[in-house]
């Protein structure tokens, strides 16, 4: 059992040290965990739905060095992805900063189903019965109601 967790362990250590170049690295173990921390917020616009640093797309290697350039000139986290949401929009962020557009992309939905669901109910309190027939319509069925089918 021991062996089968320590070969567990080897495993993913391999895949690790295979999943990103070495010669990509920063020298410096500090800026190189800055700059892992920035990829795990950056969102990859190739695939859409992974980080920068889940992703295979060259796009993905692109901008891991380009943000590694930008730790290794001494830019902080902010300007970092400032230049980025400069270059390629908010969305490139995971977690988008909060502004008045957001709030309305996040709240809209909620917004139209309360106003739905509260015109459904005004509807359905304004509803009556059946509806009173005019004074025309209430002869003719008194007409139609005296006459013998047979």
Not at 50 to 69: K, N, W, Y
Not at 91 to 118: D, K, Q
């Amino acid at each position: 059992m021991r062996l089968k967790a320590v070969a567990a362990i080897f495993a993913g250590l391999l895949c690790l040290a295979a999943a990103a170049d070495p010669a990509d690295r920063l020298a410096d173990p500090a800026q190189e965990a800055r700059a892992r921390a920035i990829f795990q917020d950056v969102r990859c616009l190739v695939c859409q739905n992974e980080s920068i640093d889940d992703s295979e797309a060259e796009l993905a290697g692109d901008l891991r060095r380009t943000v590694r350039e930008q730790v290794k000139a001494g830019r902080s986290d902010a300007e970092i992805k400032r230049f980025l949401t400069d270059r390629y929009g908010e969305f490139v962020l995971m977690t988008p900063r909060f502004s008045w557009v957001n709030l309305a992309l996040w709240g809209g939905p909620f917004a139209v189903v309360i106003l739905g669901a509260g015109l459904l109910l005004t509807r359905l309190r304004n509803r009556t019965g059946e509806p009173e027939l005019s004074p025309e319509e209430a002869e003719r069925v008194r007409r139609l109601s005296q006459t013998d089918p047979t």
